[in-house]
């Protein structure tokens, strides 16, 4: 079973915190994504990246950066947040590996609010 | 730039009953759409429900149907008899064929509940 696994799963923080959002893939795949969805909105993409070291930007990357460190793990990094982050943010993953080559596999999201 | 409207919601159906979420898509940026329906259900991560990668060709799932149209731009997601267990979030989506498969563009989603 393809599995994607986020952490925290809420998080509060304040206008100008520091947040790391982490995000743990077990699939072997070798795509991974972050985005965020917002009332009124669909998932839009902030980040993703194709290996571990290497980084692509998204849709919608303004004050976010991201890090894959290993295959397996991705982190969405917000140095000041702002209110305008407050989001539920979804990983995913993708590519030949465990489940369906070219499926997309979701974590159950990270709820995140900037006071 | 690519773009996917769907029905908005919250759409409240009776156990049993028929449902219809519209989809209607633009793809600029993409010759060949792939056109999905992904699901949420509560407390949990989205996960495919259904996918067609060619036009004029019928995904099926879950008592589920999406036809994929391209003379309309449309990818309806359609069901004859829905039941309680089908209360959810579902998204319309399109993207690229090719490796990076992930790349997706997504609707807003269609809260769908079903009372008993």
């Known amino acids: 079973e393809a599995a994607v696994t986020q952490s925290p799963r809420n998080k509060v923080t304040v206008t100008g915190g520091n947040v790391t959002l982490s995000c743990r893939q077990t699939?072997?795949?070798?795509?991974m994504y972050w985005y965020r969805q917002d009332t009124g909105h669909g998932l839009r993409l902030i980040h993703y990246?194709?290996?571990?070291?290497?980084?692509q930007i998204g849709d919608v990357p303004d004050g976010y950066k991201a890090t894959r460190t290993t295959q397996e793990d991705f982190f969405l990094l917000l140095e000041l947040a702002s209110p305008s982050q407050t989001s539920l943010y979804f990983c995913?993953?993708?590519?030949?590996?465990?489940?369906?080559?070219?499926?997309?596999?979701f974590g159950e999201g990270s709820k995140l609010t900037v006071l | 730039g690519d773009s996917v409207t769907q029905t908005e919601g919250p759409v409240t159906v009776s156990e049993s009953e028929s449902l219809i979420i519209n989809c209607t898509y633009s793809?600029?940026?993409?010759?060949?759409?792939?056109l999905f329906w992904y699901v949420r259900y509560p407390g949990e991560g989205l996960q495919l429900l259904l996918k067609?990668?060619?036009?004029?060709q019928k995904g099926s799932s879950r008592g589920f149907e999406a036809t994929y149209n391209k003379e309309t731009t449309s990818f309806h997601l359609q069901k004859a008899s829905v039941q309680e267990s089908d209360s959810a979030v579902y998204y319309c989506?399109?993207?690229?064929?090719?490796?990076?498969?992930?790349?997706?563009?997504f609707g807003h989603g269609t809260i769908l509940r079903v009372h008993p």
């Open positions: 793809a600029t940026s993409i010759a060949y759409p792939n």
């Open positions: 995913a993953s993708s590519g030949a590996g465990t489940g369906v080559p070219g499926q997309l596999y």
């Open positions: 067609v990668i060619t036009a004029g």
């Open positions: 699939n072997s795949h070798n795509y």
């Open positions: 990246s194709y290996g571990a070291g290497n980084l």
């Open positions: 989506a399109l993207g690229n064929t090719g490796a990076n498969t992930g790349k997706l563009t």
